[in-house]
């Protein structure tokens, strides 16, 4: 009988990323003596209250989410940082508690776990490996309500980039939440026209332009030339102006450099005026940088007809 209890018991944990609930081993045969003996030789455990990992400890962080929703019951939902991680819109703290929502009181008062009573719109939750997660749209309206504004404008700007999440995705979702306490923050972004860009750099960069009363760049715009494709990483197309911004690694990487080199040689010679911006330029010397840029703008040329739109 425990045999075969014990390959439902695989079965499902197989499922979840190597965990399972109380309540799935009671419904695979094992009561809670045949519990306690699977526990005490190591085939099963304990994670957090009434969930165990089966035949090892070494959960995946998938394993350690799975666990928190299953111990918060059926109608659970990750979210928060712990749903940002997964849909890799932010990088996992370790010392973070795992955030639920719940619609009652269930998770409460567990250790590691981290519950939010919450009204989720059921087109904003994901269902992925066994257990439900909210959306990324759902995920940043609520690490909107809590996150400052800079950080916030960073992460949600990266979301767009790598594709995570639209505008459309992130508009919609403030609409079907309207009392929800991230709502206006998420609103505010929005508002300002969002490009997305890829770097930390690239957003401070904008920023600081922005905030200059310069017209807003297409950024990284994908540029054709014979065979070989460029993204800058500011374009003004209709004056041929082109911003490279040199982070760190391009000092200490040959190979950047070299390729850099080579990108800026074929955006020179058709007619792009290419202005290069440091770290160090941009965060210790703004108004130098701006005044650089305004005179970039200033001599600029319309570009070669085959870069129009």
Request: with cysteine.
């Amino acid at each position: 009988m425990h045999h075969s209890s014990d390959r439902r018991v695989a079965l499902v944990a197989g499922g979840q990323a190597g965990v399972i609930a109380s309540r799935q081993l009671a419904a695979c045969g094992l009561d809670a003596r045949a519990v306690k003996v699977r526990a005490d030789r190591g085939s099963l455990h304990p994670v957090f209250h009434g969930v165990y990992g089966v035949g090892h400890t070494a959960l995946t962080r998938m394993g350690l989410f799975t666990a928190a929703v299953l111990a918060c019951w059926d109608d659970a939902i990750l979210g928060y940082h712990a749903a940002a991680a997964y849909h890799r819109i932010r990088p996992w703290d370790e010392l973070h508690d795992v955030e639920v929502i719940v619609p009652r009181n269930a998770g409460r008062g567990i250790d590691g776990i981290r519950a939010h009573r919450s009204r989720v719109d059921p087109r904003d939750v994901w269902r992925r490996g066994g257990i439900r997660i909210t959306s990324p749209a759902r995920t940043i309206l609520d690490l909107a309500a809590t996150t400052p504004p800079v950080p916030l404008r960073r992460l949600v700007r990266q979301a767009l980039a790598d594709g995570r999440v639209s505008v459309r995705q992130l508009a919609d979702v403030a609409d079907r939440h309207r009392g929800h306490r991230g709502v206006g923050a998420l609103r505010r972004l929005i508002a300002d026209g969002y490009v997305p860009t890829r770097s930390e750099m690239e957003d401070r960069a904008l920023d600081v332009i922005l905030a200059a009363g310069i017209p807003k760049p297409e950024i990284n715009p994908r540029l054709e030339f014979g065979e070989r494709w460029i993204r800058p990483d500011m374009f003004w197309r209709a004056l041929g102006v082109v911003i490279e911004l040199d982070g760190a690694r391009w000092h200490d990487d040959p190979l950047t450099r070299q390729d850099d080199a080579d990108k800026q040689a074929i955006l020179e010679a058709n007619g792009l005026r290419v202005l290069r911006i440091t770290w160090r330029q941009l965060v210790d010397h703004p108004r130098q940088t701006i005044a650089r840029v305004r005179a970039a703008l200033a001599r600029g040329a319309p570009p070669s007809p085959t870069l129009a739109r």
